[in-house]
């Protein structure tokens, strides 16, 4: 890239434009390729992922921060939402979830169809605009229990946003039902479902998912259900689980399959990264000696960087999930290419499971406190991104947690 190519963008930004060419000429060329708004390749990704050079790492939080500000201004969006795992007894037995449990275990949970409503209820009684629903593959559960579960919260709630049933439960649902991933998708939408999580997409490799799940989801099926929801009407998030036997390469690969899904769909609403919890997961109890303590801090840093870098113009928003790295951490990814802090939650069970030890729920009010803490301003979004309430001069209502913290603080980083 001449220098002449380099220079269109740094007029504007003459800071930025030092702290790149200080970097080396691989990374410096990808970036401002990318600033000129050409699209970086899935080999560049893997080289900015490779990345070891001080001045190389620091030209790409850059870059990532600058393309957010780009895009999003000074704001930085959540949601008021809660998670609702209505059980968590599976058979799929995927190794890296210590969530799932058996019918016989003693902590294995059911709601019933009251008990969803309950609590979809509390949770507006709280400002929820969302819930979002997911749950084990029982064995013995009915597939017409997901339109049961959509039926109910919608006879009571009518205004409620559901964002519920990642890409394997549609899979379970539609094979219970005998119907097609479409009827399926297109009757749980007529019901009143307004969008699916993108999770168990973990790493869209098949020879990592036989190690994660025994490829029990494949990634062609993942791809197929995500496309099918997209094309009858129901957009869906993102994500990537990373930091356990994956790569640089795998990830690059991963996130550039998602920009080609957008391209062809536009049905993403964002990329959510999820780091590997590692601490009870049997993926790694099970297998020390080939496993990671998940990804290091540098990779966590990256995987946001990296990944605002390679889906601009296609995906966004990208969002930090706070009950895998907490609130301190998500504060930080601020400056590397975030704009969203997800949801407040109100409960959460997979990660804890997984030995996360970052709490169930930030209120509205304390997720508002971290992003004024980085001179940003909060806003109030819904599951589709539209902004429904800018916090410039005053502060969502304070309340205090649904669930007991005893003696928890996410805030505590906030007053050293």
């Given at each position: 890239?001449?220098?002449?190519?380099?220079?269109?963008?740094?007029?504007?930004?003459?800071?930025?434009?030092?702290?790149?060419?200080?970097s080396?000429?691989?990374?410096?060329?990808?970036l401002?390729?990318?600033?000129?708004?050409?699209?970086?390749?899935?080999?560049e990704?893997?080289?900015?992922?490779?990345?070891?050079?001080?001045?190389?790492?620091?030209?790409?939080?850059?870059?990532?921060?600058?393309?957010?500000?780009?895009?999003?201004?000074?704001?930085?969006?959540?949601?008021?939402?809660?998670?609702?795992?209505?059980?968590?007894?599976?058979?799929?037995?995927?190794?890296?979830?210590?969530?799932?449990?058996?019918?016989?275990?003693?902590?294995?949970?059911?709601?019933?169809?009251?008990?969803?409503?309950?609590?979809?209820?509390?949770?507006?009684?709280?400002?929820?605009?969302?819930?979002?629903?997911?749950?084990?593959l029982?064995?013995?559960?009915?597939?017409?229990?997901?339109?049961?579960?959509?039926?109910?919260?919608?006879?009571?709630?009518?205004?409620?946003?559901i964002?519920?049933?990642?890409?394997?439960?549609?899979?379970?649902?539609?094979?219970?039902?005998?119907?097609?991933?479409?009827?399926?998708?297109?009757e749980?939408?007529?019901?009143?479902?307004?969008?699916?999580?993108?999770?168990?997409?973990?790493?869209?490799?098949?020879?990592?998912?036989?190690?994660?799940?025994?490829?029990?989801?494949?990634a062609?099926?993942?791809?197929?259900?995500?496309?099918?929801?997209?094309?009858?009407?129901?957009?869906?998030?993102?994500?990537?689980?990373?930091?356990?036997?994956?790569?640089?390469?795998?990830?690059?690969?991963?996130?550039?399959?998602?920009?080609?899904?957008?391209?062809?769909?536009?049905?993403?609403?964002?990329?959510?990264?999820?780091?590997?919890?590692?601490?009870?997961?049997?993926?790694y109890?099970?297998?020390?000696?080939?496993?990671?303590?998940?990804?290091?801090?540098?990779?966590?840093?990256?995987?946001?960087?990296?990944?605002?870098?390679?889906?601009?113009?296609?995906?966004?928003?990208?969002?930090?999930?706070?009950?895998?790295?907490?609130?301190?951490?998500?504060?930080?990814?601020?400056?590397?290419?975030?704009?969203?802090?997800?949801?407040?939650?109100?409960?959460?069970?997979?990660?804890?499971?997984?030995?996360?030890?970052?709490?169930?729920?930030?209120?509205?009010?304390?997720?508002?406190?971290?992003?004024?803490?980085?001179?940003?301003?909060?806003?109030?979004?819904?599951?589709?991104?539209?902004?429904?309430?800018?916090?410039?001069?005053?502060?969502?209502?304070?309340?205090?947690?649904?669930?007991?913290?005893?003696?928890?603080?996410?805030?505590?980083?906030?007053?050293?």
């Amino acid at each position: 890239m001449n220098e002449l190519t380099q220079n269109i963008f740094c007029d504007n930004n003459k800071n930025l434009n030092f702290e790149i060419n200080k970097s080396s000429d691989l990374i410096k060329e990808i970036l401002f390729k990318s600033l000129n708004g050409i699209e970086i390749s899935e080999d560049e990704g893997t080289s900015l992922f490779k990345a070891k050079n001080k001045d190389d790492i620091n030209a790409i939080y850059l870059t990532a921060k600058h393309i957010c500000r780009l895009v999003n201004k000074e704001k930085v969006t959540f949601v008021v939402n809660r998670n609702i795992n209505f059980t968590n007894v599976c058979h799929m037995g995927c190794r890296f979830c210590n969530f799932a449990k058996r019918m016989k275990d003693k902590t294995s949970e059911w709601l019933d169809l009251d008990e969803i409503v309950y609590r979809s209820q509390e949770a507006w009684d709280r400002g929820a605009s969302e819930v979002c629903i997911q749950g084990g593959l029982h064995p013995k559960m009915d597939g017409k229990y997901y339109f049961d579960i959509v039926k109910a919260i919608k006879s009571k709630l009518p205004d409620m946003h559901i964002h519920a049933f990642s890409p394997f439960e549609i899979w379970y649902g539609s094979s219970k039902t005998r119907m097609t991933y479409k009827s399926f998708l297109s009757e749980l939408k007529k019901m009143g479902l307004g969008s699916i999580p993108g999770t168990a997409a973990e790493i869209l490799d098949t020879e990592i998912r036989k190690k994660l799940t025994k490829n029990k989801l494949s990634a062609e099926k993942w791809v197929e259900i995500i496309k099918t929801a997209h094309s009858v009407g129901l957009p869906s998030s993102a994500t990537i689980m990373y930091g356990h036997i994956d790569s640089p390469e795998n990830w690059s690969s991963h996130i550039s399959l998602l920009r080609e899904i957008q391209k062809e769909t536009g049905g993403f609403t964002e990329l959510v990264p999820l780091s590997f919890v590692y601490e009870d997961s049997p993926l790694y109890t099970q297998n020390k000696h080939i496993v990671r303590k998940g990804p290091t801090e540098e990779e966590v840093n990256k995987m946001h960087a990296v990944s605002r870098i390679m889906l601009h113009g296609f995906i966004d928003n990208i969002q930090v999930s706070w009950p895998k790295l907490g609130s301190k951490r998500a504060q930080e990814l601020l400056n590397m290419g975030v704009n969203d802090l997800g949801g407040t939650l109100m409960n959460e069970s997979i990660s804890r499971a997984a030995g996360a030890q970052n709490g169930q729920e930030i209120t509205a009010r304390e997720i508002s406190d971290i992003i004024r803490d980085a001179n940003l301003t909060p806003a109030r979004r819904n599951t589709l991104y539209e902004i429904k309430e800018v916090y410039e001069n005053h502060n969502p209502i304070d309340i205090p947690p649904l669930v007991e913290r005893n003696g928890f603080d996410p805030l505590s980083f906030l007053n050293t």
